[in-house]
């Protein structure tokens, strides 16, 4: 919580989705030396979209993260698009074909490093082929004037990191699931 709370973290998402900001979810991702597998070319609102689509993405590197090591790839700009059909990355798609792994930019980091994107970008893994082990925190954000759509069924944390949401209710900001 410290590292979402920090005041750096806090104003690098506000001047990205402004200065109502919410935590959607948080995760640890480990890909395993040697056998860490590649993650297929994606867009994170298929996992989780919000109305106004205001959800970013912050990485937080625990440690060094190389192409090697299977470093988080991106295609700049890809999230002007908007919302690609065929994006979860769970089958074959079109998507896949214009996208390929291969053709994506590496973004290599170092410990307490911060990547920050909007979840419209187009983004993937290829496997971890060096023999440390890769660990990052992923950190799901959206402005405080949005919502998760009705239905989803991805957890939810609700929890307001700075100023104030808009479409919080009681019944909602009590909601165990």
């Known amino acids: 919580m410290r590292a979402l709370m920090n005041e750096r973290f806090l104003e690098l998402a506000c001047q990205l ?20 597998a590649p993650f297929p070319m994606h867009q994170d609102w298929t996992y989780f979209p919000t109305e106004k689509d205001s959800m970013i993405a912050a990485v937080i590197h625990i440690s060094e993260a190389t192409d090697e090591m299977g470093c988080l790839r991106v295609y700049p700009g890809s999230h002007k698009e908007g919302r690609i059909k065929g994006t979860s990355g769970q089958s074959e798609s079109e998507m896949l074909a214009k996208y390929p792994l291969e053709g994506a930019t590496a973004c290599e980091a170092e410990p307490g490093d911060v990547l920050f994107f909007h979840y419209f970008t187009v983004h993937g893994s290829m496997p971890n082929r060096s023999l440390k082990t890769r660990k990052t925190v992923l950190v799901q954000l959206y402005a405080g004037d949005d919502q998760v759509e009705e239905g989803n069924q991805h957890p939810n944390e609700r929890l307001l990191l700075r100023g104030f949401s808009k479409k919080t209710k009681r019944s909602t900001a009590n909601a165990t699931k």
């Open 17 to 36: 989705i402004g200065p109502d900001i919410v935590l959607h979810h948080s995760k640890l991702f480990q890909k395993p030396p040697e056998k860490g």
